[in-house]
């Protein structure tokens, strides 16, 4: 008798030690949340009275050999436009598969060890299957990797450039139509290095598929996102989610009251602000949310979250939101990469424009005293004017018909005594008088040409002769003398 009840407890015992099986999605078409039981190979769903209740069974095949862990969570994707649920089991990458049209659940791989990717990101890449990032081995890592259908086992992606030292609770996203993965904030660890303490990082990596190659696009600089995503706790970043457009997060103080959501584009970099004003969402609690007992459902950009506190003037018990809409009414605030005011770039150009105003204006100011104090200090300048009488007689000439256009040449011909030669010989004569009268002037005024030739006034065709506007003054001050 003892040796019956000993086999009964062996056989039954088990029964309740064995590890967790369930797996949750949410519903494209009826939008209910089920529950997939890998064990017993059935699905239930969700009741309006909460309660999970039988929906149908699965059938399997002989190839059907589940391996859980006894502390076993489930990552759920399913694929557009398809009647498919893809299982992952967290840390081991297992693959789970079943089939909504005939109801059949199939294992797809044959991975048979714990792996490196607890908590990795997985999306689908046309009809691949891709995992990047995660924890195990006691350490964070940046590996891409994908499902190989042949071998049925996970294969790395090759590839170069700066990567992220880790991605693990962190921001990532496949982005189809541009075939990149866009990745921010970041925690990584190892338990070699600082004791193993967990980091984060704040830079903005891209990867390309095409070129296989990973790069930096920046560092998260918007001061309110930066600092939100600094007091972002570890756990509560497991339940932040991306639509296929939009990251979704809520800040550590959506406790009570008025929540707000943050939404960030990873397209463009854009981040919106949605502040619940009217409590609507007042009564959704992402945080109580377990992996093993979910009160939210996740599906693309729609949530369905069971009531915490139900309202006795209704009889909801589930919410669902849709949260590419609600993005449409959230508030832009500008660019993940936004700098504050005083290291923006508009900043720095209004310091610099004015920096410049200032030293224009200083410019300005010293330029008349340095002349100023060249007219009066230098010696050259305090020569007297020493010329001949009959350039001498020439200048003053010059001068008294300074306002009225100038001196003209029949006047200049008369004054050194040229009027009677050959009209070549006066231009030549004419010529080399002037410029021997500038060159003795250049001592003193400081210009090239003291006298300048210039169009009549009347008839442009005349010339005529003037002193030069910059060494006037002086000229008429030392012929006063």
Known sequence: MKHCCLLLFLFIFPSYIRANQFAYY??????????????????????????????????????????????????????????RIHIFQECTNQIYVVDLTDFQLKRKDDTYYRGDNCLAYRFFRGDEIFSLGGYGFWRTNNHLIYFDKKTKEWEATNSK?????????????????????????????????????????????????????WKKLGEITHPIIKQILEEYSYDDRQ?????????????????????????????????LEYNDLELKYARIALGVSQPQNPSTFRNGPLLLTVLQNPNPTSSDTFLLINFDELASRATFIGYLTDLPWYQSDWF????????????????????????KAMASDSPIQDAKLDIDLTSLRLLKSILENQKEDGLAIDEVNRILDIENLAFDTQRYRRSAMINQVNQTLTLLTGEKNSIIRVNSEEDRRQKRYKINPNCLELLQKKLAN
């Open 348 to 371: 720095y150009g209004v310091i610099l424009l004015l920096l410049a105003s200032i030293l224009i204006l200083f410019m300005k100011r010293i330029k008349p005293k340095r002349k």
């Open 239 to 271: 339940h932040l989610f991306y639509t296929g457009k939009y990251f979704v997060f809520e800040p550590s103080s959506n406790k009570n009251g008025i929540h707000k959501y943050y939404f960030i584009n990873p397209r463009n970099f854009e981040v």
């Open 161 to 213: 450039g700066q990567s992220p030292a880790g991605m693990y609770h962190g921001f990532v996203s496949f982005i189809p139509e541009k075939d990149v993965i866009v990745s921010f904030s970041n925690y990584f660890t190892d338990v070699s290095d600082d004791y193993g303490k967990l980091k984060l990082d704040q830079t903005i990596y891209q990867f390309s598929f095409f070129t296989k190659t």
């Open 26 to 83: 949410l519903s494209n078409v009826d939008h209910q949340a089920y529950r997939i039981d890998l064990y017993k190979k059935e699905i239930a769903r969700l009741d309006s009275n909460s309660i999970w209740v039988f929906y149908h069974s699965l059938s399997t095949d002989s190839t059907y050999h589940p391996d859980f862990m006894k502390t076993a969570e489930f990552t759920v994707l399913q694929k557009k436009n398809t009647n």
